[in-house]
């Protein structure tokens, strides 16, 4: 019997050894987490001594990466943009890839120089795409009188000095064609002489200005036997005075001394509520404008040769400080365009001088 306590005691002992020694040898596998891409393991054990494995390590699946949307943004002429792309919250993938900056596509434009009363400009380039532009203004010259004529344009100082006192005293616009009816004609089509029926047109429009009912077309004025004779290539202005009076419509003639007696009288007697028919060397005159704000400009250049041409004049616009007559050109406008009141007044001195001044019916 004490035998086998002795024996009991001794395997006791040496089973807590052994668990003492088994605890000591037992090595952990230290667990190791997942990433997006790669997997990862569990804790595990094993003994050091004979590389026995107690507790296997098991393969955790990678996690693969958690993605956050981008809107792209596209790149413009100066700064470079990106596509829509995808970046993970745990981790530095990113699909980002970055669209480089287009650049401006440019177009040149030619210059263009300024004169005594308009504004040029240098010769620049401007992008199809973007707001980029090389456009510098150059502002007008002013006038360089010396010897009573602008060195530059040939302005009369007589002439700046009406027009400068004009445009400081006002009003800014008068027009008298609000008559709530169209008189506008054009010489086109009207008749064997229409490439010169310029002046029956004009003399149409004002008959019909002053009178509603005026119902005449612009062959039978042509066809009047009115004095002076009708010439084949064009009227004077009393030609047009007589056709009128042939229709009792109240008119009569000024004879203008001057270009600045010319653009004051005009003035007073569109302020007056006048119509004026004006005959003019058509080689003085350089463009019509359609909107005195705006450079583009319409009608056939003239200046290579002389030729008379009548014009009606409804109005007058002080634009910027310069001064426009608003007309009707039967041989050039289907609407109202407007003449640079200087030009006019010199293109009219430089023809016949004389105004066809015209009232509507019912005034003096
Ligand atoms: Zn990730
Ligand atoms: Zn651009
Ligand atoms: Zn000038």
């Not at 993938?93 to 596509?105: D, I, Q, R, V």
């Not at 973007?130 to 010396?146: K, M, N, Q, R, V």
């Not at 062959?219 to 009708?230: A, F, G, Q």
């Not at 009569?252 to 302020?271: N, P, Q, T, W, Y």
Request: aromatic share 10%; charged share 20%.
């Amino acid at each position: 019997m004490r035998r086998s306590i002795k024996a009991l005691v001794i395997t006791v002992l040496v089973m807590i050894c052994a668990a003492i020694a088994l605890k000591a040898l037992t090595v952990a596998d230290p667990e190791v987490p997942p990433t997006c891409t790669s997997t990862g393991l569990s804790e595990g054990k094993h003994l050091a001594l004979f590389s026995i494995t107690i507790k296997e390590q098991e393969v955790i699946p990678a996690l693969g990466h958690d993605l956050i949307h981008h809107e792209g943004n596209n790149p413009t002429c100066t700064e470079s943009g990106y596509a829509s792309y995808d970046t993970c919250s745990r981790c530095d993938y990113s699909t980002f890839s970055e669209k480089p900056a287009l650049g401006h596509k440019l177009v040149h434009y030619a210059g263009r120089d300024a004169t005594c009363t308009e504004k040029g400009y240098a010769l620049y380039e401007k992008c199809l795409n973007c707001d980029y532009s090389t456009f510098t203004e150059i502002p007008a010259l002013g006038h360089d009188f010396a010897g009573g004529r602008c060195t530059r344009c040939g302005l009369e100082y007589a002439l700046y000095c009406a027009l400068e006192e004009i445009v400081k005293t006002g009003p800014e616009r008068v027009s008298n064609d609000n008559v709530g009816y169209n008189f506008f004609h054009s010489q086109q089509d009207t008749g064997t002489y229409s490439d010169s029926n310029c002046g029956p047109a004009c003399t149409y429009m004002a008959a019909k200005w002053a009178d509603e009912s005026f119902s005449a077309s612009v062959e039978d004025i042509r066809n009047l036997n009115v004095k002076p004779s009708p010439f084949d290539y064009g009227w004077f202005p009393q030609t047009v005075s007589q056709a009128l009076n042939t229709y009792g419509i109240n008119n009569r003639v000024f004879h203008v001394g001057s270009a600045e007696a010319a653009v004051e009288e005009m003035k007073r007697l569109i302020d007056d509520g006048k119509l004026l028919i004006v005959c003019f060397d058509r080689k003085g005159i350089f463009v019509i404008k359609e909107d005195p704000h705006l450079e583009s400009t319409t009608g056939t250049d003239y200046r290579a040769k002389s030729a008379g041409h009548f014009i009606v004049v409804k109005g007058y616009w002080i634009v910027d400080g310069v001064m426009y007559f608003e007309i009707y050109d039967p041989g050039f406008l289907d609407k109202t365009g407007y003449y640079d009141a200087g030009e006019l007044v010199k293109a009219i001195v430089g023809w016949n001088k004389d105004i066809v001044i015209v009232s509507r019916r019912n005034s003096q």
